[in-house]
């Protein structure tokens, strides 16, 4: 099966901090992206390429369009799409008052299905082709994530939350429970197609040492799986941690102790960070994800990208969803630069749609499979539409240059701006 589409074309080829800026992208006003049995075939001008194709190529010509990498989101949590927006609260009150009474319901199976396509419609609506995502406590929600994920062969890395403590009962599992709910649904889901699990302690005040232990001995039993947790998002969540283990060093060495650490591991928020924590992620490393716009909406902090930077550390976007107050990954990035501003800090759109994909994809440790179009890479793409509303067209309109387009999609984009969403060379959501 070979296909073939026509737009301007833009993806990442490294990081724009870390070589020159014409280096780290390619772009091409009049392209074409040419898709052989759901892999990136070629890539290139398209007065070129087109001559090439056999005549039984479907080709489609996307106007005033931007094709690119589908958006990579590195923390989400889907049981929590029903409750984005709830008003009022911080991490820790917004836990117990709205997020552990809708994450009870997932203990039904088809309530936990019916969730589940609601929130991957929304991703692909959003331009996200892949994302790492929480469950609830319950093994069925993970089951109920994966069966729907499966039907469109998605790109989608999830995990049960293990939690034995300091959450109602209803939600508790315990540290042996815990092991081998994930040890099967390990067996069962990752590396079955293009799903992969991620062993996903929910954070260290709801577990106890035994079960990061658990978490460990799971993590060490079965490599390539990833391990996906939250960190340092504020500062009451910080000083209860330090009360709870009185003999580790900082939050990161509660997780460190049971092995928890590694180039699968993915951190949420990372924000009240104290050195030895930096450089120990460094060291390991880990990736962070940032969520700006649950940063900012639970009023947790700012996230200090610069440093992440200086050492080295892969950082993701998270829209960290139902915290976090949108599924589009536009959106997110219009909150990191503002975040960024605040801190004094600039995120060039470059360096912002990067993050979004390929250093998405870099986190996750996907980067030799999707976040760019380099040949043999998984056709995870998406259609960016420059008049996706009539002042993104005025604005468009007056810009002088691909940098002032690419930030006006950032500042101004959301779903609308999605016109097509495509998955392993299928189309998987149509605005219009
Ligand atoms: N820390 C522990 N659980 C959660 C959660 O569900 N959302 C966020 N934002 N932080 C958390
Ligand atoms: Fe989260």
């Not at 460990?216 to 709870?244: C, D, F, I």
Request: proline share 4%; net charge negative.
């Amino acid at each position: 099966m070979l296909s073939a589409h026509r737009s301007s074309l833009l993806h990442f080829l490294a990081d724009p901090a870390s070589v020159p800026l014409d280096q780290s992208y390619q772009y091409i006003e009049d392209g074409l992206l040419v898709v052989e049995d759901g892999r990136v075939k070629a890539v290139g001008e398209a007065q070129q390429l087109l001559p090439t194709l056999p005549p039984q190529c479907q080709l489609t010509t996307h106007k005033n369009s931007l094709l690119m990498p589908g958006f990579i989101d590195t923390h989400i949590h889907y049981p929590q799409t029903e409750m984005i927006a709830a008003y009022g609260e911080q991490l820790l009150q917004w836990l117990e008052k709205y997020t552990f009474p809708t994450e009870q319901q997932f203990s039904d199976p088809a309530y936990a299905r019916d969730i589940a396509d609601r929130f991957l419609k929304e991703l692909l609506r959003a331009g996200t082709t892949t994302a790492l995502v929480f469950g609830t406590v319950h093994k069925a929600s993970v089951d109920a994530f994966f069966e729907a994920c499966e039907q469109q062969n998605l790109r989608m890395i999830a995990g049960k939350v293990m939690m034995d403590r300091n959450a109602p009962d209803y939600l508790l599992d315990t540290a042996e429970s815990s092991y081998s709910d994930s040890r099967e649904l390990i067996e069962k889901w990752h590396g079955r197609g293009r799903l992969r699990y991620a062993i996903t302690p929910r954070f260290s005040p709801t577990s106890t040492d035994r079960q990061l232990a658990k978490a460990g001995q799971l993590l060490r039993e079965n490599p390539g799986v990833y391990m996906h947790t939250h960190l340092s998002e504020n500062q009451n969540e910080v000083a209860w941690v330090k009360e709870l283990f009185p003999e580790r060093k900082n939050y990161l060495d509660s997780y460190d102790h049971s092995g928890l650490l590694g180039r699968r591991s993915v951190f949420a928020h990372c924000i009240h960070l104290e050195d030895e924590e930096w450089d120990r992620l460094a060291e390991t490393q880990s990736g962070i994800a940032f969520c700006p716009t649950s940063n900012l909406f639970l009023g947790s902090g700012l996230f200090a990208l610069s440093q992440a930077q200086e050492k080295s550390i892969n950082v993701g976007l998270g829209t960290d969803v139902g915290a976090g107050t949108s599924f589009s990954m536009l959106q997110t990035l219009n909150e990191a630069y503002k975040v960024l501003q605040l801190r004094g800090e600039q995120l060039s759109p470059f360096k912002g749609l990067y993050l979004a994909t390929l250093g998405g994809a870099q986190t996750l440790d996907l980067a030799d499979t999707i976040g760019n179009f380099e040949s043999g890479k998984e056709a995870d793409f998406i259609v960016l539409d420059k008049a996706s509303t009539p002042l993104m067209e005025f604005r468009m309109s007056k810009c002088k240059d691909l940098f002032e387009q690419l930030f006006v999609f950032s500042m101004l984009g959301d779903d609308r701006a999605v016109s097509q969403t495509w998955s392993a060379g299928k189309q998987v959501h149509c605005r219009d």
